[in-house]
């Protein structure tokens, strides 16, 4: 496994985990993130759906100061003084659209308190993100929902009776959003990392999808990583094979932590 120096290793990695991992679930994460830069600094940021859904994007941001600290210090310094700052190598990993959305807060977050784009030299981008259609995604997120509220329902409720429930308040959901004409947090987390205003151009970017994913669909992703392309971010591209919904490093891991590496080399410029 690559291993770089300590001039060129980042000095902090963000992890946002998928949508209701609990901290087990991250463990080979910061594993393998360990493993790879053992000096860094590593933040991981639980990401519970229900909440991201309900909250609006300012209570979502709110959310996210402690990690604006983590990685910026807790004062509220100017924008002039927070350019010394970026001197820190910061490494993004985002883990579906839950993750993706907590992200997005992030980045709404820093921009309030400095008035510019995140600073960071790479986002890996790991089965995210997908379409903001309502539609399409009902299925897909109500099965999600259903998953990890699985954990703290009695065994007697059946699963089809979770995800029913699930598409209702989505539906719910989604029927007062339109009549308030509120974004959707997808639709917000979608655009914000494509939004050079909010997500550091010069960052470079790794997606990692498969087609296996029944969640978010391989379309989607390589539609977002296009439009990256046409607005000037550098964007790598892994598909994996047979690989399901953030099953792509338990399943492959060596591919999974060789493009990691490889495209981290490329961020910080060989150095």
């Given amino acids: 496994m690559f291993r770089g120096d300590i001039f060129s290793n980042p000095t902090t990695i963000l992890l946002y985990g998928w949508g209701d991992a609990r901290p087990k679930h991250l463990a080979k994460y910061v594993d393998g993130y360990r493993a790879l830069f053992p000096a860094a600094k590593l933040v991981v940021v639980l ?13 979502r941001s709110k959310a996210m100061t402690p ?26 990993q985002v883990m579906s659209n839950t993750g993706g959305m ?4 992030t980045l ?18 790991d089965s995210t993100p997908g379409s903001t259609s309502f539609l399409q995604n009902a299925g897909p997120w109500s099965r999600a929902m259903a998953l990890g509220a699985s954990g703290y329902l009695p065994g007697c409720v059946p699963f089809i009776v979770t995800q029913a429930m699930a598409c209702m308040f989505l539906a719910a ?3 007062f959003g339109w009549l308030i004409g509120a974004s959707s947090a997808a639709a917000y987390s979608v655009a914000a990392v494509n939004n050079e205003e909010l997500c550091a151009r010069e960052a470079r970017r790794l997606y990692v999808y498969s087609k296996e994913d029944d969640i978010i669909y391989w379309e ?12 000037g971010y550098q964007v790598d591209m ?9 099953g792509h490093m338990r399943m492959h891991p060596e591919q999974y932590w060789r493009a990691v590496a490889k495209t981290w080399r490329e961020a910080v410029g060989g150095i």
């Avoid at 907590?102 to 807060?105: S, V």
């Avoid at 709404?108 to 308190?113: K, L």
């Fill in 238 to 246: 892994d598909m994996f094979e047979g690989t399901p919904h953030v």
């Fill in 102 to 105: 907590y992200f997005a807060a």
């Fill in 108 to 125: 709404n977050a820093h921009r309030q308190r400095f008035g510019q784009c995140f600073p960071h030299h790479m986002l890996v981008l």
């Fill in 47 to 59: 990401c519970p759906i229900l909440r991201c859904l309900y909250q609006t994007l300012e209570a």
């Fill in 220 to 231: 989607d992703i390589e539609s977002h990583a296009a439009q990256a392309r046409q607005r």
């Fill in 67 to 92: 990690v604006i600290s983590a990685c910026f210090g807790s004062s509220r310094e100017s924008a002039a003084d927070h350019k010394s700052l970026t001197q820190n190598r910061i490494l993004v």
């Fill in 173 to 175: 959901l989604h029927g």
